[in-house]
Each structure stands twice: as structure tokens, then as C-alpha cells.
């Protein structure tokens, strides 16, 4: 577990099912990820891929939970998607955020991936790490930038045009 000022990054536990459910059928989260809703069976899916990965690599996505209210803000952490998308970007660990509605606007994504970063850093020491987005998602890249990361090129992943960022770590 990390903690923040104002947050707890944890790995999931089972009953944050109905808030990962909840948050990735809101139109505002996932507008720019898949442009439809997840149907049940793809958001239970996708939760069970977060304990998977903890398990095999040793990392993955963290539930962010408000310490104020207890309170599901939404996932952030490093994965291995398997996307595809080639030597440069497919063997580094992959940053990602995703934030509920009611995170969104109050800093939450700088303040936990900072400490999600820091954590991976001491743990992993990766010489860089990679994220994508969709390229009208000007508040997700605003917020890579805040990271370090910067734009390398684009790319296509499931039929949708992506920017790729890159993260060399910090001497």
C-alpha cells in the first residue's frame, strides 16, 4: 500500500468490483479509452486481470481510494498489456490512470501516479517507461507531461489512432 496526502493506492480487493463496474460505464472515463461502455462480462474481465498481474509480474494497477471518504477514485499503476505496438513501447512498463467522476478535477492523477512512478522506480529501477492516449484526451496528456513523459510518435491500437509518450527515469 501507498499513501499520499490525501490518498491510499492498494491493489484491488474483491469488493471494489461494483466501483470498477460503475467507472468504466461512465461515459466520462471511457470516452477516450474504448468510446463504449464495458458490458459486465469485459468489466469483470478486466478485473480479474488486476489480480492476475499482481501475481505474475510482481506490479500492476492500484484501486485509489480518498482516505477523506473511503471512498473509489478510480486505478493507477503499471501494466504489460501486450499491445503490440512494437520494440520500443511493448517490453516497458506501461503507465496508466483512469479516474472515476468523482476524482476528476482535484489533482488525484498527479499525486497518485507520482507516487506510483516513485514506487515503481525503488522497486523495478526501469530505465523508461511508456504510455498511450488517445490524442483528444488534452487533460490525460496534460498530465503525462506533468510526468516526464513525452511524445514519441503515433500509432493505431484497437482500430484508434494513439499517441505514444515515453519516460526515460531520472538519474
Known amino acids: 500500500m501507498i499513501e499520499t496526502e490525501r490518498l491510499l493506492l492498494r491493489p484491488h480487493i474483491a469488493d471494489d468490483f461494483e466501483d470498477c463496474r460503475s467507472m468504466w460505464q461512465d461515459p466520462a472515463v471511457f470516452k477516450y479509452i474504448s468510446g463504449t461502455p464495458a458490458t459486465e462480462a469485459e468489466a469483470w474481465l478486466r478485473f480479474l486481470g488486476y489480480f492476475g498481474r499482481w501475481d505474475i509480474m510482481g506490479y500492476g494497477l492500484f484501486a485509489l481510494i480518498e482516505k477523506s471518504s473511503g471512498q473509489f477514485m478510480g486505478e ?31 489533482g488525484y492523477g498527479l499525486e497518485a501516479m507520482t507516487a506510483a512512478q516513485a514506487w515503481l522506480d525503488k522497486k523495478f529501477s526501469p530505465d523508461k517507461t511508456v504510455c498511450i492516449i488517445n490524442p483528444d484526451n488534452l487533460p490525460s496528456i496534460k498530465l503525462a507531461g506533468k510526468l516526464g513523459f513525452q511524445p514519441t510518435r503515433k500509432g493505431v491500437y484497437n482500430d484508434n489512432t494513439v499517441q505514444l509518450f515515453e519516460r526515460q527515469r531520472p538519474a
Open 76 to 106: 493507477v499503476g503499471f501494466s504489460d498489456f501486450r499491445r503490440g505496438l512494437g520494440p520500443d513501447f511493448d517490453p516497458f512498463h506501461e503507465a496508466a490512470w483512469v479516474l472515476a467522476s468523482a476524482g476528476h478535477g482535484k
